[in-house]
Structure formats: structure tokens, C-alpha cells
T-cell receptor
């Protein structure tokens, strides 16, 4: 089944404790993105990647890091999480050759930073 | 910077009514526009995608149109049902196909 998976689905952590949220897709998509969703602010793009080793900032990259060492994986790293990074995070993937960059989303990761 | 606006923010209709959701964007240099549905606390489900060269797309009771020159898209839902109750989001992808911008969504309630 074609899908985007994220782990963990729920995470409660403390300020300053480094964490990684993983994202993996099995559709051989070139493009992958991370978004955060907050009440009243909607979905905002954090980072995106157009292929292996190619990443770029979205609208809200501060406090986040990403890497794209393999085509299928695009982890989101919070080196020193803060309470304002409490949010619902989504990973998405797309491809020019399959659906004309139609975005497929993962189920989301709900992060709480205390 | 691209800005996407969805009007209305909320809409309540009786079952069976036809309805239109609106999405407007400020920069017409887009690659595509995609409509999503999101149920409370859940992920995003893709409904329709319109390429910048297209005018409309249809899937079942849903029809999405795109007027790139005026920066507008509409999602038409025919014969609404209570199961259509959800938040509907539109997203535009920039011409470089990397950056995407979402609207804040329209929350639809269909009353039986």
C-alpha cells in the first residue's frame, strides 16, 4: 500500500531534549516536506526537499533541522525543543511523474514540549 | 510571498444543499492547486488536484475550478451529506514545485 508513515505518532518531551521525528514514504517520490499545524495559524511549511541531499527552507524553519540522505526518508530534528514547538506535525511527499506533484500526507505527529 | 485565503471560515448547511467553498491566492505563478479534507484530529485526505493549465477537475459530487489569472479556485459540493462535515483546505504549490502554501480552511457542517 502506498503510504507516508511518521513516528512517533504522539510525543511528550521536555524543553531542551533533542528529538527526531521520522518520515518515510514507499512511493519513490522525489519531493518531501514537513509542515506544522497550529490553531488559528493553519498549516505552515517548515522545510522541503526536492531530492536526496537537496533541502530548502519553508516559511517557519527556525528551530528545526532536516536531512535527506535516502530518497525514502526525511527526518525532522529538533535540537533543543521549546514549548512554542508544541504542535501537530505532518510529513508529505509528491512526485512529478506520479500525479503531477500531488501531495500525500502522513498521519501526523502530535508533539508536546513542556 | 504567497498568501492563500479561504472564505467563509465556517459554513453550516442542511443536508442535500449544493455549496461552494472559495480559495484565493495572491501570486498566480503556481504549479498546481490541491483541495484537501481534514477530519478533527486527523490527517489530510486529497480530494482534487488542478494543474495550472487546467480549468477544472471533477470527482463524484465534487468539482473544483481554477482561474489562475484572477487567483481564485472554488470547490463545489453537490447534494451535501452529513458525512461531508469536515474542514476543507486548499493549497497552492509554487512554480518550482517545492514550496506550498495552505489556506486556513473552511469548516463545513452538514445538518441531517
Amino acid at each position: 500500500e502506498a503510504q507516508v508513515t511518521q513516528n512517533p505518532r504522539y510525543l511528550i518531551t521536555v524543553t531542551g531534549k533533542k528529538l527526531t521525528v521520522t518520515c518515510s514514504q514507499n512511493m519513490n517520490h522525489e519531493y518531501m516536506s514537513w509542515y506544522r499545524q497550529d490553531p488559528g495559524l493553519g498549516l505552515r511549511q517548515i522545510y522541503y526537499s526536492m531530492n536526496v541531499e537537496v533541502t530548502d527552507k519553508g516559511d517557519v524553519p527556525e528551530g528545526y533541522k532536516v536531512s535527506r540522505k535516502e530518497k525514502r526518508n526525511f527526518p525532522l530534528i529538533l535540537e533543543s525543543p521549546s514549548p512554542n514547538q508544541t504542535s501537530l506535525y505532518f510529513c508529505a511527499s509528491s512526485s512529478p511523474g506520479q500525479g503531477n506533484y500531488e501531495q500525500y500526507f502522513g498521519p501526523g505527529t502530535r508533539l508536546t514540549v513542556t | 510571498k504567497q498568501e492563500v485565503t479561504q472564505i467563509p471560515a465556517a459554513l453550516s448547511v442542511p443536508e442535500g444543499e449544493n455549496l461552494v467553498l472559495n480559495c484565493s491566492f495572491t501570486d498566480s505563478a503556481i504549479y498546481n492547486l490541491q483541495w484537501f479534507r481534514q477530519d478533527p484530529g486527523k490527517g489530510l485526505t486529497s480530494l482534487l488536484l488542478i494543474q495550472s493549465s487546467q480549468r477544472e477537475q471533477t470527482s463524484g459530487r465534487l468539482n473544483a475550478s481554477l482561474d489562475k489569472s484572477s487567483g481564485r479556485s472554488t470547490l463545489y459540493i453537490a447534494a451535501s451529506q452529513p458525512g461531508d462535515s469536515a474542514t476543507y483546505l486548499c493549497a497552492v504549490k509554487d512554480v518550482n514545485a517545492g514550496k506550498s502554501t495552505f489556506g486556513d480552511g473552511t469548516t463545513l457542517t452538514v445538518k441531517p
